[in-house]
């Protein structure tokens, strides 16, 4: 995916496009989560996705996405993640949510040529304390990280304050997926971990836009792929969380591209 070619700094136009495929995004997002309740399948999301994506006359991001590596084209233009699924969930007819789940979505789309990626997770009903906290410890440390989204600052004050926050807090980080930089391609460099140490890495220029994604576990960090070859569990099946929202560094401050 050349991540470790430089990142193309985005202009001020450009990050207008962004902000602009980054709004259906958070269009689609809000929308789904409204339905997700005890009784709706990840299907029933799925199809309603699709509508918004016909709507505004846009193109799904994942659906027929296949990075190389033997692994078949993601069949969908969500990803729905629940419980102990951290990432790359398949939505189906057959997964009906229940009381006191936990739902990742993930989308992300073109428009225009130029792409917006962002995730939330929400509560199915009422949810246990400890995932009300395992959410809440996720979206601060995805918000914590953005803070660090300045001119001057490293790559490494944004992943060290994710890590920072949730280990903090008693919870783990997933090390093996990161955030990503974005652009006309949804995949571009600089990769985005939500671990490491401050002061270090690249340096944040004034038009770096990134996905920063931080996905975080009840337990063990460590994750183990389904036979589906995308489906991202925990290893020792505790929960997982994840959120992520596009970002471009501004003489500003960070703009929160994919904030309705």
């Not at 069949?75 to 729905?80: E, F, I």
């Not at 093996?176 to 949804?186: L, N, P, S, T, Y």
């Not at 931080?214 to 792929?225: A, K, L, Q, T, W």
Request: aromatic share 6%.
């Amino acid at each position: 995916m050349g991540f470790r070619s430089a990142p193309q700094l985005k202009s001020t136009a450009e990050i207008s496009k962004l902000r602009e495929a980054n709004l259906i995004v958070a269009e689609v997002l809000t929308e789904v989560g409204t339905m997700v309740a005890p009784g709706v399948s990840t299907w029933d999301l799925e199809l309603r996705a699709r509508e918004i994506l016909k709507e505004r006359d846009a193109k799904s991001a994942f659906m027929g996405y296949a990075p190389g590596g033997g692994v078949p084209p993601f069949p969908a233009v969500l990803c729905t993640s629940k419980n102990e699924v951290i990432v790359h969930g398949i939505p189906s007819k057959d997964e009906v949510l229940v009381e006191g789940d936990i739902l990742s979505v993930d989308f992300g789309c073109f428009k225009h040529g130029w792409c917006g990626d962002s995730a939330r997770t929400f509560a199915v009903g009422e949810i246990s304390d400890e995932a009300a906290r395992l959410m809440a410890a996720t979206e601060e440390g995805l918000a914590k990280a953005i803070e660090q989204m300045v001119v001057g600052n490293r790559l490494g004050d944004v992943s060290n304050a994710v890590q920072q926050h949730v280990e903090a807090l008693g919870f783990s980080v997933v090390r093996q997926f990161v955030g990503h930089g974005i652009g006309k391609a949804m995949h571009e460099p600089p990769q985005v971990p939500n671990y490491g140490r401050p002061g270090r890495g690249l340096r944040l220029n004034r038009g770096l836009v990134v996905a920063i994604e931080p996905m975080v576990n009840v337990g063990s960090p460590d994750v183990e792929i389904l036979d589906d070859g995308w489906t991202a569990v925990t290893r020792d099946r505790s929960l997982s969380a994840h959120f992520e929202h596009s970002v471009a560094v501004t003489d500003a401050g960070p703009l929160w591209l994919s904030k309705p």
